[in-house]
């Protein structure tokens, strides 16, 4: 739940210093109902608060005069100059409905509602407003409550409210009951240097939430903006690019408002989704940047309304000052409401200087009332002109609007210094410093420095906790010395049996560590007509040495019983260099292996349909084999892997015919289905007993690939280019068979693919592959390039490469292929514009794949799916095509747990 509501912030705020004077009173409306939450901004100190839930505010500030801004969503601002003195000020302020008109100016000839003109410089715009800012340093005060109104019966006894003593540690424990409340605030200092640096100071925090909701923190949403695409990965923002897509717009009216003529658009969703906001938003005239925003979002959690101000606190640098949270949580039973309110005090802001300003909004009145400088036009680059000319038109289309998005985005860029452009490193660039006594602020201290006033329930919050320390004090002082003998050994006796049945893992302080997977592990057990019932036990050893070299050993070893058989297997890897990711490594065993590599079965779904079904699609060889490799990075983003291996292949059969549920079926013979080995084709040519050998090199490139350094290691981060892989592999079979030709083939096989974020929840994938023999006479089956037919309608995880419809095996082939796979994703393009389905966080998802081989036909699929659904499933329709002609269609379920 406290995550639930921590992903709700989108913005954050700040708090000032305490001072002697005060500035107090209640903000009313005019029939005198108090405006929750009003912001009462300072001009002079760019610093802000707001009213609290019965419109009671408070500020303290030095001496001296002050313009002071009263002012509220839906409403008219008011501005009054106050001198402050040695007294205390109390000043009561009431606030007029503002009003909105439709000028006559705004009526278009072609009759489209002029809220669409104003959205498309918005939108074009936003890129410059959310990159405007090279620096700032800012106070945020937060302050969170939460108000429990009904807790579902099975739930009651579990939700326990753990206290915390002075020293911070648990003390002792309460269970949360319907009408309980609790208060969370924090005062921070936050440093923002552009493009992503941030320093987060914690000066206190206070906090009568559970122990799990006291770490959360405003850094998790600072970057959070309406100017963003998507906001805080929850919304799609109405300033987003494709937001003509997912929403309209319904010019409400304008109002002067100084300098400045505002203007109010509703925002109105095309369909109901949890995707997407609804309300109002307000843009400033000339400038076409925010100056309020009043939207709502009902997803999972429940029903969210956030409610922003945007203030000039520099000239052309509107920025929010007080944000103002409702939430209605409703989630199995469970129902509450929470709210949150911050204010902002900026000390310093700069522009970035480096990304040029609009001819349109320099020539717009800055915060003195003069206009800012504007750039000779020899120093306008062509982007710039293209800029100004689409923002000189009188009425934007939606191409233009778009045009214009992408131009803005293109300088800002442009604007990113040029260490943060040729970095490849991605940098953990938010440092967190929390003071030594933050958390220990008496009750003095809050109501000195807290400039939100606290509402009844919030001070009963710090009452109840208060008494909640003082009573874990006094237990405290009388400790519990009852005997506890006993209890030790049960506890290492239940222990022991979780140990020995879930599996543990053993580590000291030298780096060793000893890793039992437990006796009761499903993924080692299975069943199939080769081996019958498998069952097996894992481990793994693994030891740290100086110079960050590692050790790791994976045994496992297995039983089939209907082959009474023993397996094993031993995996060795020892990693000698964690910044090039250098290791060697040694694989060996006997086992049995799926003779096709392409994707494999899944042996839990081979289990069910062998038992369930009598379907036994998996198909094994025995395999004696031994490899020997070395992977490393030669460069950045340039792999390299070497392998020799050595393997005594062995034909197997079925040797079991149990099922649980007798079916009119029998089971296949322990031979895939494929043409090469059809009764015809005289398949022992291609599955026989063999000696193999090969040796193979890999290569794999990944242009300005970004990584990540943890300690000295450096992890890959992905890159904006695609990854290249190209393998060869020379093989010698029948070597020791002196009855039979020793064979040669050399293959080879590249690869390219890529993952694209292309908009709001968005994304496009593809693969290709392409590959051959030199010489494939004497090729047997195992050798064969194998693919990723999934045929079954359910299966277990997801497979990029996957092709739907065609049997096991069927694919695999001895001659040059070319494959392709592509997948599209969006929230809708479908069904998803349905009503009922319009409101789930599911997406659509289309996707192409094709494979064509010499002496083969072409096999092509087309298919369409919902994902996501329930989080965890896919489910989508196929359809088959060989030259292009119809073949076959198929439905499929997918569970991804992984």
């Given at each position: 739940?406290?995550?639930?509501?921590?992903?709700?912030?989108?913005?954050?705020?700040?708090?000032?210093?305490?001072?002697?004077?005060?500035?107090?009173?209640?903000?009313?409306?005019?029939?005198?109902?108090?405006?929750?939450?009003?912001?009462?901004?300072?001009?002079?100190?760019?610093?802000?608060?707001?009213?609290?839930?019965?419109?009671?505010?408070?500020?303290?500030?030095?001496?001296?005069?002050?313009?002071?801004?009263?002012?509220?969503?839906?409403?008219?601002?008011?501005?009054?100059?106050?001198?402050?003195?040695?007294?205390?000020?109390?000043?009561?302020?009431?606030?007029?409905?503002?009003?909105?008109?439709?000028?006559?100016?705004?009526?278009?000839?072609?009759?489209?509602?002029?809220?669409?003109?104003?959205?498309?410089?918005?939108?074009?715009?936003?890129?410059?407003?959310?990159?405007?800012?090279?620096?700032?340093?800012?106070?945020?005060?937060l302050k969170g409550n939460l108000v429990i109104n009904k807790i579902p019966r099975l739930m009651k006894r579990s939700l326990k409210i753990e206290a915390k003593n002075e020293s911070g540690s648990s003390a002792s424990s309460t269970t949360m009951k319907e009408g309980d409340a609790f208060l969370m605030e924090s005062i921070n200092e936050i440093e923002f240097t552009a493009p992503d640096k941030y320093v987060q100071k914690v000066i206190s925090y206070n906090s009568t939430f559970p122990e799990e909701g006291n770490e959360i923190s405003p850094m998790e949403y600072v970057n959070a903006s309406?100017?963003?695409?998507?906001?805080?990965?929850?919304?799609?923002?109405?300033?987003?690019?494709?937001?003509?897509?997912?929403?309209?717009?319904?010019?409400?009216?304008?109002?002067?408002?100084?300098?400045?003529?505002?203007?109010?658009?509703?925002?109105?969703?095309?369909?109901?989704?949890?995707?997407?906001?609804?309300?109002?938003?307000?843009?400033?005239?000339?400038?076409?940047?925010?100056?309020?925003?009043?939207?709502?979002?009902?997803?999972?959690?429940?029903?969210?309304?956030?409610?922003?101000?945007?203030?000039?606190?520099?000239?052309?640098?509107?920025?929010?000052?007080?944000?103002?949270?409702?939430?209605?949580?409703?989630?199995?039973?469970?129902?509450?409401?929470?709210?949150?309110?911050?204010?902002?005090?900026?000390?310093?802001?700069?522009?970035?200087?480096?990304?040029?300003?609009?001819?349109?909004?320099?020539?717009?009145?800055?915060?003195?009332?003069?206009?800012?400088?504007?750039?000779?036009?020899?120093?306008?680059?062509?982007?710039?002109?293209?800029?100004?000319?689409?923002?000189?038109?009188?009425?934007?289309?939606?191409?233009?609007?778009?045009?214009?998005?992408?131009?803005?985005?293109?300088?800002?860029?442009?604007?990113?210094?040029?260490?943060?452009?040729?970095?490849?490193?991605?940098?953990?660039?938010?440092?967190?410093?929390?003071?030594?006594?933050?958390?220990?602020?008496?009750?003095?201290?809050?109501?000195?420095?807290?400039?939100?006033?606290?509402?009844?329930?919030?001070?009963?919050?710090?009452?109840?906790?208060?008494?909640?320390?003082?009573?874990?004090?006094?237990?405290?002082?009388?400790?519990?010395?009852?005997?506890?003998?006993?209890?030790?050994?049960?506890?290492?006796?239940?222990?022991?049996?979780?140990?020995?049945?879930?599996?543990?893992?053993?580590?000291?302080?030298?780096?060793?560590?000893?890793?039992?997977?437990?006796?009761?592990?499903?993924?080692?057990?299975?069943?199939?007509?080769?081996?019958?019932?498998?069952?097996?036990?894992?481990?793994?050893?693994?030891?740290?040495?100086?110079?960050?070299?590692?050790?790791?050993?994976?045994?496992?070893?297995?039983?089939?019983?209907?082959?009474?058989?023993?397996?094993?297997?031993?995996?060795?890897?020892?990693?000698?260099?964690?910044?090039?990711?250098?290791?060697?490594?040694?694989?060996?065993?006997?086992?049995?292996?799926?003779?096709?590599?392409?994707?494999?079965?899944?042996?839990?779904?081979?289990?069910?349909?062998?038992?369930?079904?009598?379907?036994?699609?998996?198909?094994?060889?025995?395999?004696?084999?031994?490899?020997?490799?070395?992977?490393?990075?030669?460069?950045?983003?340039?792999?390299?892997?070497?392998?020799?291996?050595?393997?005594?292949?062995?034909?197997?059969?079925?040797?079991?015919?149990?099922?649980?549920?007798?079916?009119?079926?029998?089971?296949?013979?322990?031979?895939?289905?494929?043409?090469?080995?059809?009764?015809?084709?005289?398949?022992?040519?291609?599955?026989?007993?063999?000696?193999?050998?090969?040796?193979?090199?890999?290569?794999?490139?990944?242009?300005?690939?970004?990584?990540?350094?943890?300690?000295?290691?450096?992890?890959?981060?992905?890159?904006?280019?695609?990854?290249?892989?190209?393998?060869?592999?020379?093989?010698?079979?029948?070597?020791?068979?002196?009855?039979?030709?020793?064979?040669?083939?050399?293959?080879?096989?590249?690869?390219?693919?890529?993952?694209?974020?292309?908009?709001?929840?968005?994304?496009?994938?593809?693969?290709?592959?392409?590959?051959?023999?030199?010489?494939?006479?004497?090729?047997?089956?195992?050798?064969?390039?194998?693919?990723?037919?999934?045929?079954?309608?359910?299966?277990?995880?997801?497979?990029?490469?996957?092709?739907?419809?065609?049997?096991?095996?069927?694919?695999?082939?001895?001659?040059?292929?070319?494959?392709?796979?592509?997948?599209?994703?969006?929230?809708?393009?479908?069904?998803?514009?349905?009503?009922?389905?319009?409101?789930?966080?599911?997406?659509?998802?289309?996707?192409?794949?094709?494979?064509?081989?010499?002496?083969?036909?072409?096999?092509?699929?087309?298919?369409?799916?919902?994902?996501?659904?329930?989080?965890?499933?896919?489910?989508?329709?196929?359809?088959?095509?060989?030259?292009?002609?119809?073949?076959?269609?198929?439905?499929?379920?997918?569970?991804?747990?992984?």
């Amino acid at each position: 739940m406290n995550h639930a509501i921590r992903i709700l912030l989108l913005i954050f705020a700040a708090t000032s210093l305490s001072h002697a004077q005060v500035i107090k009173g209640k903000i009313t409306s005019q029939s005198g109902d108090p405006i929750a939450y009003s912001t009462v901004y300072i001009q002079e100190l760019k610093q802000g608060t707001t009213s609290n839930t019965k419109g009671y505010y408070e500020i303290k500030l030095s001496a001296g005069q002050y313009t002071v801004m009263y002012q509220s969503l839906g409403f008219e601002p008011v501005i009054y100059n106050i001198t402050l003195t040695d007294n205390t000020i109390t000043k009561d302020i009431r606030l007029q409905v503002q009003y909105y008109q439709i000028p006559e100016v705004r009526i278009s000839a072609s009759g489209e509602d002029p809220a669409y003109g104003i959205m498309r410089k918005a939108i074009g715009l936003a890129p410059y407003y959310l990159n405007n800012i090279s620096y700032y340093k800012a106070n945020v005060y937060l302050k969170g409550n939460l108000v429990i109104n009904k807790i579902p019966r099975l739930m009651k006894r579990s939700l326990k409210i753990e206290a915390k003593n002075e020293s911070g540690s648990s003390a002792s424990s309460t269970t949360m009951k319907e009408g309980d409340a609790f208060l969370m605030e924090s005062i921070n200092e936050i440093e923002f240097t552009a493009p992503d640096k941030y320093v987060q100071k914690v000066i206190s925090y206070n906090s009568t939430f559970p122990e799990e909701g006291n770490e959360i923190s405003p850094m998790e949403y600072v970057n959070a903006s309406f100017y963003q695409p998507i906001i805080a990965d929850m919304a799609i923002s109405p300033l987003a690019p494709n937001a003509f897509s997912h929403y309209n717009f319904k010019y409400l009216g304008a109002t002067p408002q100084g300098n400045y003529t505002i203007n109010k658009i509703q925002v109105i969703p095309k369909r109901k989704s949890q995707q997407l906001l609804e309300g109002t938003i307000y843009i400033i005239d000339d400038l076409w940047c925010l100056q309020s925003v009043d939207l709502t979002n009902e997803n999972l959690v429940g029903k969210i309304r956030v409610q922003q101000l945007y203030i000039p606190v520099e000239d052309g640098i509107w920025m929010p000052v007080s944000d103002k949270f409702e939430i209605n949580i409703g989630i199995i039973g469970f129902r509450a409401d929470a709210g949150y309110a911050v204010s902002v005090k900026y000390d310093n802001v700069k522009p970035n200087l480096s990304l040029p300003k609009p001819k349109i909004i320099t020539g717009a009145y800055s915060v003195n009332d003069k206009p800012a400088e504007q750039a000779p036009d020899s120093a306008r680059t062509k982007t710039k002109k293209q800029i100004d000319k689409l923002l000189e038109k009188e009425e934007l289309s939606n191409r233009d609007m778009v045009k214009l998005s992408r131009l803005m985005a293109k300088e800002s860029e442009k604007s990113v210094t040029d260490s943060a452009k040729k970095s490849l490193e991605i940098r953990d660039n938010t440092t967190q410093i929390v003071e030594k006594d933050a958390a220990k602020k008496d009750s003095a201290y809050w109501a000195e420095i807290r400039p939100i006033p606290l509402s009844d329930i919030e001070i009963k919050s710090l009452h109840i906790n208060d008494s909640i320390r003082v009573e874990s004090s006094l237990r405290e002082a009388k400790p519990d010395t009852s005997s506890v003998k006993g209890e030790k050994g049960k506890s290492k006796f239940f222990t022991g049996l979780k140990n020995i049945g879930l599996g543990h893992t053993w580590s000291d302080t030298t780096g060793t560590s000893f890793t039992f997977g437990g006796i009761i592990d499903l993924k080692n057990l299975s069943f199939n007509t080769v081996d019958g019932l498998v069952y097996g036990l894992d481990f793994r050893f693994s030891r740290s040495f100086k110079q960050k070299r590692s050790l790791t050993v994976n045994p496992d070893i297995k039983y089939a019983f209907s082959r009474q058989q023993l397996m094993w297997r031993i995996n060795a890897n020892y990693q000698f260099s964690k910044v090039k990711q250098m290791e060697l490594f040694l694989r060996m065993g006997m086992t049995s292996k799926d003779i096709g590599n392409g994707g494999g079965i899944n042996p839990f779904l081979n289990t069910v349909t062998t038992l369930m079904f009598e379907r036994n699609y998996l198909k094994l060889y025995e395999s004696d084999y031994l490899t020997l490799g070395y992977r490393g990075e030669i460069a950045n983003g340039l792999n390299v892997e070497l392998t020799s291996l050595f393997e005594m292949r062995k034909v197997l059969e079925n040797t079991t015919d149990f099922t649980i549920i007798n079916t009119s079926h029998e089971y296949s013979d322990n031979i895939p289905d494929n043409s090469y080995l059809s009764p015809t084709s005289n398949p022992v040519n291609y599955i026989r007993n063999q000696d193999h050998a090969a040796i193979a090199a890999k290569v794999t490139y990944i242009p300005y690939q970004k990584y990540r350094m943890e300690g000295k290691k450096r992890i890959p981060a992905g890159s904006d280019w695609p990854a290249f892989i190209l393998s060869w592999e020379h093989g010698i079979n029948d070597f020791r068979n002196s009855d039979a030709k020793v064979n040669h083939y050399d293959m080879i096989r590249a690869e390219a693919f890529k993952h694209y974020d292309i908009g709001a929840f968005s994304e496009l994938r593809w693969r290709v592959r392409a590959g051959g023999y030199l010489d494939n006479r004497e090729l047997t089956f195992y050798d064969f390039f194998h693919f990723n037919p999934q045929p079954i309608p359910v299966l277990i995880n997801d497979y990029e490469d996957g092709f739907m419809i065609p049997s096991y095996y069927s694919m695999s082939t001895p001659e040059a292929f070319g494959e392709v796979h592509i997948k599209y994703t969006a929230p809708y393009l479908l069904l998803k514009l349905l009503p009922g389905l319009s409101n789930t966080l599911i997406r659509e998802n289309l996707s192409l794949s094709y494979l064509g081989s010499r002496y083969h036909p072409s096999y092509t699929e087309a298919g369409y799916s919902l994902s996501e659904i329930f989080f965890l499933a896919e489910i989508g329709v196929y359809v088959g095509f060989e030259n292009l002609a119809y073949r076959s269609v198929g439905a499929k379920l997918i569970l991804k747990f992984n």
